[in-house]
């Protein structure tokens, strides 16, 4: 309790300055802890030098400051403040949780929001109450009787296998830590999910002839819809038979396990009871400006790990702001155990997300959100308890921390429909620059050089390559094995039930291709037959190229049926082109597209290569 008061003193201190000179200081006080806290063992990070020239300005003339580098555990040691190795970091993460909240009202102040106590009183009391109806909710998964039924429809022990296989074949990364087979297994429910498990609603089919319909309006809930927590029951007529369909939204996991359809509340619901029924640390992640997704730690990262389901997407938590395009304000996660506003996860721009939080004070929601905690964590054992203490002292480590947009952020929605996703402001019209790959190229394998055929499928419905002539190994995503793309991305459809390759969302032109190359094997084309599937819609163009490595290069049609290729016998490669341009209007993108078939066609594949080889 001493070392505590120290803490307090030192923070109420501090925050007596301005609130400039409070961030100014909080900030390097913050980069002090951290360290320690990324790097326990390194003894560096545990020294701090008096005569550092940016120790002398930021923090020597600050009231507060030293005290809270003291109340952290550091000592006196000659012309350094050391943190003893053996020390223990439990006042250092409390002092590091304090700087943090205040360092968050400091910025807040300097915003300076102009609205009155009074109005923003009435505000807190509906937000504490979304908080706690979301914390309340997310007790169903933990009820086992659910977790099992989620158990009943999941092919675990075929996503273990998966996992196992794609582990043991990772490439190892110097510079990263390994996932292990649960990171893995964590990505094959996700896709098992999306790609065949779940599926999108936009307007209901009709139930009788199974037409298009339209909406109208809002339902009274019947006692059953509410038994499954469909207090929102949206009403649509079929445009065929003009028969009256209703679509309850319901919010119970138990019940989404039967219906496997919805929009994003559904989806995350869905997938969070998934993850804890196959071991996982799930938390519900909701986003004010009205999205949902999960989020599970993963022991090999010792992280939280960003989670949607809707677009089978993991670990891109800047997707929505880069990707996007959305305004962000508050997002919290859920779990049994825990509220935690991970807002920071998902910026790059904290002040512009401060600037739109407008519904409470921040030091009422940092209150509001402790005593959330303090209930639901007083019946943990204090080993569980120092674990949760440990990771929220990681995870503000990474809130705190300046976020890069990785690979995959920059693209924009691909769930729903293009007028739904539009209409929402979550498509991006820059992503041309997000779309290039390169530098794949088929070389033979024992087994096709002595069977003396190369023989290649993909289908975008399982977005899958089959290398047919080596034991039907599988290359997962459409990107994995092109030699180079530029502006090219997968479609779903949702509401058509189709999926393709198109042109990026804006993208005047786009092209993709694909390279074997069998010079180091001794033998030379044969027979080449190709299948390479396209539409084209209005004024859209597909021109699809194959050529040898002498330069040999023929026109494909893009039809339906495969075509013999016979100009490239006797060559020792091949490089396969689409290259797309065309179309009107904001669509015009979607007027050229490659391999289209439907969402659920799993055994057919618009896109194939056999090639018969001979000694040279």
Request: glycine share 6%; aromatic share 8%; charged share 25%.
């Amino acid at each position: 309790m001493m070392a505590f008061a120290e803490g307090s003193s030192a923070i109420g201190q501090l925050t007596g300055n301005s609130s400039a000179v409070v961030l100014d200081a909080s900030d390097l006080l913050l980069r002090y802890a951290n360290n320690v806290i990324k790097n326990p063992s390194i003894q560096k990070f545990r020294s701090v030098r008096l005569g550092n020239k940016v120790f002398e300005k930021r923090i020597l003339p600050v009231t507060g400051a030293i005290e809270c580098l003291f109340a952290m555990g550091f000592v006196e040691d000659g012309e350094h403040l050391t943190l003893p190795s053996g020390a223990s970091l439990h006042e250092l993460r409390w002092i590091q949780k304090q700087l943090a909240g205040e360092r968050l009202k400091a910025m807040s102040q300097t915003i300076g929001h102009k609205l009155s106590v009074t109005s923003l009183q009435a505000s807190e009391i509906t937000f504490y109450q979304k908080l706690k109806s979301s914390a309340d909710h997310v007790l169903m998964y933990e009820d086992r009787l659910l977790q099992q039924q989620a158990r009943d429809v999941i092919p675990f022990l075929e996503l273990n296998q998966k996992a196992e296989e794609k582990c043991l074949n990772q490439a190892q990364d110097d510079g990263e830590r390994p996932l292990d087979k649960r990171d893995f297994l964590l990505l094959e429910l996700l896709k098992w999910f999306k790609t065949r498990f779940f599926t999108w609603t936009n307007s209901p089919k009709c139930d009788s002839c199974n037409g298009r319909t339209s909406s109208m309006g809002m339902l009274e809930p019947s006692i059953d819809d509410l038994r499954w927590g469909a207090s929102r029951v949206e009403g649509y007529r079929c445009t065929n038979c003009n028969r009256a369909i209703k679509f309850p939204r319901y919010n119970h996991p138990g019940k989404l396990l039967e219906t496997r359809t919805g929009r994003c509340g559904e989806w995350a619901n869905c997938f969070t009871l998934c993850c804890r029924a196959v071991g996982f640390e799930a938390r519900h992640v909701v986003d004010w400006t009205d999205h949902v997704w999960t989020e599970v730690f993963s022991q090999s990262q010792q992280r939280w790990v960003h989670c949607d389901s809707c677009e089978n997407v993991c670990d891109k938590p800047m997707l929505y702001e880069k990707g996007w395009g959305k305004k962000l304000s508050y997002m919290f996660a859920f779990s049994c155990e825990e509220v935690v506003d991970v807002s920071w996860r998902y910026t790059a721009k904290p002040q512009d997300v401060l600037s739109r939080r407008t519904e409470c004070r921040e030091d009422w929601l940092i209150d509001s959100i402790s005593k959330l905690n303090q209930q639901r964590q007083q019946s943990l054992a204090s080993t569980r308890r120092a674990i949760l203490e440990e990771r929220a002292s990681r995870e503000l480590v990474e809130f705190l921390s300046s976020k890069a947009v990785k690979d995959g952020e920059g693209q924009g929605r691909v769930s729903g429909s293009v007028a739904w996703r539009v209409a929402r402001g979550e498509t991006r019209r820059d992503q041309a620059t997000n779309g290039n790959v390169e530098n794949y190229t088929y070389k033979l394998t024992s087994n096709e050089k002595a069977a003396k055929l190369f023989h290649l499928r993909y289908t975008p419905a399982r977005n899958v390559y089959i290398r047919v002539s080596d034991d039907n190994k599988e290359m997962q995503e459409w990107d994995s094995a092109v030699h180079t793309s530029t502006n090219i991305q997968r479609k779903e459809e949702f509401d058509w039930e189709m999926v393709y390759l198109a042109r990026q969302e804006g993208s005047p032109t786009a092209s993709i291709s694909w390279k074997m190359d069998f010079d180091d094997s001794g033998l030379v084309i044969d027979q080449v037959t190709i299948k390479a599937c396209s539409q084209t819609f209005q004024t859209g163009h597909i021109e699809w190229t194959v050529c040898g490595g002498d330069d040999v290069c023929v026109q494909l049609s893009g039809g339906a049926e495969a075509e013999r290729v016979s100009a490239l016998n006797g060559s020792k490669s091949i490089n396969l082109k689409a290259s797309l341009s065309g179309g009107q209007g904001d669509v015009a993108w979607q007027h050229t597209q490659l391999f289209r078939m439907g969402l659920n066609d799993h055994n057919t594949y618009p896109f194939e290569i056999v090639i018969h080889l001979r000694e040279q």
